[in-house]
């Protein structure tokens, strides 16, 4: 077993699907990782908000959109096929579409979670940041008054990612070209889904402002200036 259970072992717990030795090695597991059973406490906190959501009927068209996501999708998307199980056995009209559309986009961002960690725990890429190109007459932070230091700052390193700043906004370093940029808050659920399976997101509060981050393929602007 490694240092850490994947999102897929904790999510096979949490569905009762491990027996046998599996079961007793998890457990065993969980016992002594505090960073593993906190992160099931927060997919168990997920699984009881979406459990407690009332259960509502999607358009028709829904159908033939979870196909097509879980056939681009891994081998194994038994969340989606729970959701095209469970949308079929309920009838709504259609002014309540748009609330089980916000339904349907958590179950998707939570699977989709689940895949990406899964083959970030298999192989890991490697990358290789430049240096910062230094100056010699670049005005030095003694001279700066402590209050405005953070404000001078040009470049931080913040959970394992490097942040310059650019107009007032930190923006992650090395960014895909091509994304379209994404504001949400801070109370947005699908950044809450977002800490609760990378903990160190978290430390991005300590960028007060703006902060422009990618995450599982998507470029998301985020204001922390109230936290």
């Not at 998890?26 to 002594?32: F, G, K, P, Q």
């Not at 986009?105 to 940041?129: C, E, F, K, N």
């Not at 801070?186 to 800490?195: I, K, Q, R, S, T």
Request: net charge negative.
């Amino acid at each position: 077993m490694t240092d850490h259970l994947s999102v897929e072992t904790l999510s096979t717990y949490l569905d009762r699907e491990l027996v046998g030795s599996e079961y007793r090695q998890v457990e065993a597991h969980l016992e002594s990782c505090l960073q593993c059973r906190e992160h099931l406490q927060s997919m168990q906190k997920v699984v009881g908000r979406l459990q407690a959501m009332d259960r509502l009927t999607p358009p028709p068209h829904l159908g033939f959109l979870i196909r097509r996501l879980a056939s681009t999708a891994a081998s194994r998307p038994t969340l989606v096929e729970r959701m095209e199980t469970e949308a079929s056995r309920f009838t709504v009209q259609a002014a309540v579409a748009p609330f089980f559309a916000v339904v349907l986009a958590l179950v998707v961002i939570i699977y989709m979670l689940s895949w990406g960690l899964h083959h970030q725990d298999t192989g890991r890429i490697p990358v290789h940041l430049e240096p910062e190109p230094v100056t010699l007459d670049s005005p030095r932070s003694s001279e700066v008054p402590p209050d405005d230091k953070a404000d001078t700052e040009m470049s931080r390193s913040v959970a394992d990612r490097l942040f310059d700043r650019s107009q007032g906004v930190w923006i992650e370093r090395g960014l895909t070209d091509g994304l379209q940029v994404e504001s949400m808050s801070v109370d947005d659920p699908a950044f809450e889904l977002w800490c609760a399976a990378h903990p160190e997101l978290q430390e991005l509060s300590s960028l007060t402002g703006n902060v422009r981050f990618e995450i599982d393929g998507r470029v998301v602007e985020i204001d922390f200036s109230g936290r």
